[in-house]
């Protein structure tokens, strides 16, 4: 995955956002093609809808942060925008993008409940019987990170070129070096952090959900505030109150759930 991160370029990486993109397509397939192949509906487990809870109260607070944390991708929109041959169709990227991202991830959650309720893995992935099915959604998860890695590292590696003066052709030796040490630093990270899914849950609650719903429609209130309908007004003010409740009540749950680990 590290080389990934060579490019300053990111049209360069557009062949492999393709495969990953088929990567998450074909992961939802395996999913539904074990859905299907069991029955469907008349299928699902009886047992483990009837014992599965519909909502967990207790676990609400984690989930503000982890599902803030998976759509907070501002920090590659202007990399991708500018390495965009048509910079006009930017903003229906957008929101093609985000409509399928989430009707995958929905289709995903909700075929995992009707089928292994509350005995559903982490990843739904780890349910799935031995055989083909599972070396092939093994093979679609490797091939998710390989994808994504360089864009999503895309704002560490430019501002660490930044910061040191790689920016320039005759600097592109000492980039590659910088960014591929930034790439096993990353590795090193993910991997010696205890209970790492808290710590995104954390860094969701505390960071993303400030940066992604409450300081944005902050600033809308105050520089087009005067403008504004009050029905807009009470929009963002909801927002905001909103964003503050899932932000507190997810960064308390996952200290609290950090602290009870160690």
Not at 32 to 44: H, R
Not at 81 to 109: F, H, K, N
Not at 170 to 186: E, N, P, W, Y
């Amino acid at each position: 995955m590290v080389p990934t991160t060579w490019f300053r370029d990111l049209s360069g990486l557009s062949k492999l956002g393709f495969l990953g993109a088929c990567a998450s397509f074909g992961m939802l397939g395996v999913i539904l093609y074990t859905f299907v192949s069991g029955g469907g509906l008349a299928g699902a487990s009886p047992e483990a809808i009837s014992s599965a809870s519909l909502v967990h109260a207790g676990g609400l607070p984690l989930t503000f942060g982890l599902l803030a944390f998976v759509f907070a991708g501002h920090a590659v929109f202007p990399n991708i925008y500018i390495s965009m041959e048509d910079r006009s169709r930017y903003p229906e990227l957008l929101q093609r993008t985000y409509v399928i991202v989430g009707a995958t991830c929905a289709a995903v959650g909700v075929l995992g409940y009707l089928m292994y309720g509350d005995s559903v893995a982490d990843e739904v992935t780890l349910n799935l019987p031995a055989g083909a099915l599972s070396t092939i959604a093994l093979m679609l998860t490797v091939i998710n990170p390989l994808a994504k890695f360089g864009l999503t590292m895309a704002p560490v590696v430019r501002g660490f070129d930044q910061q040191f003066g790689l920016e320039g052709e005759d600097k592109a030796m000492q980039s590659i070096v910088g960014r591929t040490g930034l790439g096993f630093f990353a590795l090193v990270l993910a991997t010696s952090v205890p209970d790492f899914a808290l710590f995104m849950a954390l860094l969701g609650s505390f960071l993303t959900l400030t940066v992604s719903i409450i300081f944005p429609s902050l600033c809308y209130l105050k520089i087009f505030g005067p403008g504004l309908s009050q029905q807009e007004k009470w929009l963002n003010y909801f927002t905001v109150g909103l964003g503050c409740f899932c932000a507190v009540s997810g960064t308390t749950a996952a200290i609290t759930g950090l602290q009870s680990g160690t």
